[in-house]
């Protein structure tokens, strides 16, 4: 009801003179049409709201209040880091904070490609980034999306994949890094872009390995959990959704070694997705990691999660020596923690 009462409220302020004016056309086509060329004109004028401002459902930048004008800087953390901007494909600027492991590490650690949910800005998960820094001792690109922070542009699904697409080219320009161990790591809507950097055919080579954290199985599938009206929203035909994430779709191409990591507490997210994804996942080394007490955003704080994603790149690493991942020795495990 919350997701419902702000949709409307979110057409009336912003589209008052909009509907005004489609209110009058109503009338108009009614007076010289009559009502049924009025009735279709209502519902496609319906349509077109619904359409455009699915983003509005989706897409939170402005969450917690001055997300877009206050991020956090990592000066505070005693941690070597860099605040850059890059460019997308279609070139919008994106900012980053890249924190690098000290000079003689740097080149040889992992690299993590952190993609955030879909409110606040980076600085926002910079606690959860400085603890993967130290306990895994990893690199951590955190990457802003368009829209979000001090990015421009606005958020899209094709644009956040242009996004984590220019993140990837980005540190392949880079020669302080090891390019051969780029992980990407995505929590809730930032897994299903990682789901698309895995299973392109281009960037999908460029991945060492895939750490996706609370993420759902697509967007149609996640409306019917939110607005409550699964005997509806069933019937709309996926075209009908602006933005689509169709994850479970995907996930099946994925062949990098992937770690699903699901906290059971989710109230967001069902963790059932989760499991969905695993199981449709078409890696050969992939595990389930679970935590009892992981909610949707605060799994990290879990006794134990550090470990799991260090014990991991480290297996990923053994198995195949850094060589090509198709030599890997197939591995599904679930692990409760």
């Not at 000066?75 to 904070?97: C, M, Y």
Request: proline share 4%; net charge neutral.
């Amino acid at each position: 009801m919350e997701v419902v009462s702000r949709f409307a409220i979110d057409v009336l302020v912003r589209c008052w003179a909009l509907c005004s004016t489609g209110l009058l056309a109503v009338l108009l086509f009614y007076w010289l049409y009559g009502g049924w060329v009025a009735s279709i004109v209502v519902w496609i004028s319906i349509f077109g709201i619904f359409y455009n401002y699915q983003d509005y459902l989706l897409y939170y930048p402005e969450v917690p209040k001055s997300s877009r004008l206050l991020v956090q800087s990592p000066q505070g953390w005693n941690v070597p880091f860099e605040s850059l901007f890059i460019k997308a494909r279609d070139g919008t600027r994106l900012h980053a904070l890249l924190l690098k492991q000290p000079e003689g590490l740097a080149a040889t650690a992992p690299t993590v490609l952190f993609l955030h949910g879909n409110a606040g800005n980076i600085g926002h998960r910079l606690v959860n980034a400085v603890a993967l820094y130290a306990a895994v001792s990893v690199n951590v690109l955190l990457l802003e999306y368009r829209g979000y922070g001090k990015s421009d542009g606005s958020p899209s699904e094709t644009g956040l994949y242009l996004d984590a697409e220019a993140a990837v080219d980005f540190l392949y320009s880079r020669a302080d890094i090891n390019q051969r161990k780029i992980v990407v790591f995505g929590r809730s809507l930032g897994g299903a872009v990682g789901v698309h950097l895995a299973t392109h055919s281009v960037f999908r080579e460029r991945i060492f390995a895939v750490i996706l954290e609370n993420t759902f199985t697509s967007i149609p599938h996640m409306a019917t959990i939110i607005f409550s009206m699964k005997r509806i929203l069933k019937w709309v035909p996926v075209w009908m959704y602006k933005n689509q994430f169709l994850s479970i779709k995907k996930i099946g191409q994925c062949s990098r070694p992937t770690l699903f990591v699901s906290g059971l507490a989710d109230q967001l997210i069902p963790p059932y997705m989760m499991q969905l994804m695993f199981q449709e996942s078409g890696s050969v080394y992939k595990r389930m990691c679970t935590f009892p007490t992981g909610t949707h955003n605060e799994t990290w704080q879990c006794d134990g999660y550090c470990d799991v994603i260090r014990r991991f790149l480290q297996e990923v690493s053994q198995a195949h020596g850094l060589e090509d991942t198709d030599g890997i020795v197939h591995d599904h495990t679930i692990l409760d923690i």
